[in-house]
């Protein structure tokens, strides 16, 4: 019975994935590594992230419900554009703004626990030292691949701190991109896991 479940809910997934790729809604580096993944009989994927760069606005730090997303990037970003999202930001009074750099981040289902553990085993020594097993039952393990690369800078936060000069918005976009490529480079890596499994 169980092994019946896991195939139901992985063509559910794969019919979800279809639709997501047919409306251009899949970040494009990790089509790749999707695809080895679901080449696996046993594994299944059920969500993503390429990793990106946020600029975010929030009442207060730790209020997660009332983070305002207000642009986003799946790339490394140009001084610029950033500075631009910022001059055309609508800040409410007293409000934080940040520039979030983070990791790419996948959510795989496996059969059974032995392969859920094998799986995160070995992208733990590739370097996505976050990763872990969220959730198990009899239908599915699933665990979540995700590296410790992240950084959250603080902008600024309006009527009290003001919005950084030039120059050190130069170095803290710097710092952003490096941190985001740096976790991007290990995609590829993920792609030749499944055939070994």
């Known amino acids: 019975m169980g092994c019946m479940e896991f195939s139901q809910y992985k063509a559910k997934a794969m019919k979800k994935l279809e639709e997501a790729l047919s409306e251009g809604l899949v970040d494009e580096g990790v089509i790749p590594v999707l695809n080895a993944f679901n080449s696996h009989p046993d594994i299944f994927t059920t969500s993503s992230c390429a990793g990106r760069l946020q600029l975010i606005v929030l009442p207060d730090i730790g209020r997660k419900d009332s983070v305002e ?12 554009e950033v500075k631009e999202a910022i001059t055309n930001l609508d800040v409410p009074s007293n409000s934080i703004v940040i520039l979030q750099g983070q990791s790419p981040i996948f959510h795989i289902s496996c ?21 872990s097993l969220i959730t198990g039952n009899k239908d599915k393990w699933v665990v979540e691949i995700l590296s410790a ?12 701190i003001d919005p950084p000069d030039d120059e050190r918005l130069k170095f803290i976009i710097e710092e952003s991109n490096k941190i985001l490529i740096k976790a991007q480079s290990r995609l590829e890596a993920l792609e030749y896991i499944p055939s070994g499994l």
Do not use: T
């Open 111 to 131: 059969r059974i626990m032995e392969l859920a553990q094998k799986f995160r085993g070995i992208v733990h020594s590739q370097g996505w030292k976050y990763s």
């Open 69 to 80: 997303l207000r642009e986003k990037w799946h790339r490394p970003v140009e001084f610029q």
């Open 149 to 160: 690369s992240r950084i959250d800078n603080l902008l600024f936060r309006d009527g009290v």
